[in-house]
């Protein structure tokens, strides 16, 4: 699953994104600078990890991570094939959720390409210029089913009413994720609108203004969406010190917790994620799956063969592990589950899968 990195051109999406993965991503002070979307995964940290790989002895950890795509900045227009916006626009249907930056630092080194610094038209110009996108999409969808609607077809009438109703909407300014759209609809024309959103609010050094975040932050709780504020030039500086000095760079900024940490967390948050755990003298390792994973689809995120013979799940709490001390403690005790198909995985779990090649 991936989140992309949108905005305006020049509000620090791609500095956002070097600083979230070291891939060097361009990040001059001109329009335009990513042309193809820049995709990288984030590490999470976990605590749990560290502790699991202890207990085992693992010879080797790896963390989850969150698949981020740095998608070039969009302007007024971008509709309509505005500065390469056909091109831009298809880059976000492909993602599952939009961090959204947002600009609220003044630098006159920096081109604001509104003119006037102000987020609330900012946002308003990214999310009028998806539902455009969208109002397009329901527009040639409309024109497919018409002609077999005028004949009678029940199900094109159907359709057709829905489509009618979603256009409404539409028009009132109301996006995808506001509305119920049946699944079949969604599916087939994956309106931008319709993904959930996190508003990142970059900001300087000093931290956001007062009054732009409070109407960000409006916003997000009008839309139930998340925020997260940072300031990515400070985190891409930080991130070029050496790894010890940088808990001393925190402090002295009197940061608590890193803006990149909370990104990554938020974005965990935004998917829809959980996680899960493999453990064992090899290697400790945590895995994503969406809220609602089946077991053999969880292990499928391993490798396909062990999906497809999957036989059953032995499922232990990250909890129980660590205050019993060994999978053999749990089993006495009765806390080492077997678990088959329709197991549903959940949070902390710890799981071994058996299967059949």
Known sequence: MEIGIVGLPNVGKSTLFNALTG???????????????NVGVVPLADERLNVLARMNKSR????SGIRFVDIAGLVKGASQGEGLGNKFLANIRSVDAIAHVVRCFRDDDVVNVTGELNPKEAIETIETELLLADIQQAQKAMERVQKPAKGGDAKAK????????????????????????????LSELQFLTAKPVLYVVNTDEKGAD?????????????????????????????????PEERASYYDAAGISSPGLARLAAAGRQLLGLICFFTAGEKETRAWLVAKGTKAPQAAGKIHSDIE??????EICKYDDFVKHGSYAALQERGLLAIEGKEYVMQEGDIAHFRFSV
């Open 60 to 63: 080797n950890i790896v963390p």
């Open 158 to 185: 159907e359709r057709l009413a829905a489509l009618e109703e979603i256009l409404k909407n539409f028009d009132q300014g109301k996006p995808a994720r506001s509305l119920k759209i049946a699944p079949e609809i």
């Open 23 to 37: 891939a060097g991503a361009a990040a001059a002070n001109f329009p335009f600078t990513t042309i193809e979307p």
């Open 308 to 313: 497809r013979g999957f036989i059953r799940a």
């Open 210 to 242: 007062p009054q732009m975040l409070a109407a960000i932050e409006r916003r997000a709780k009008e839309e139930n969406a998340g925020i997260v504020s940072l300031c990515a030039k400070m985190e891409s500086e930080i991130l070029e010190l050496p």
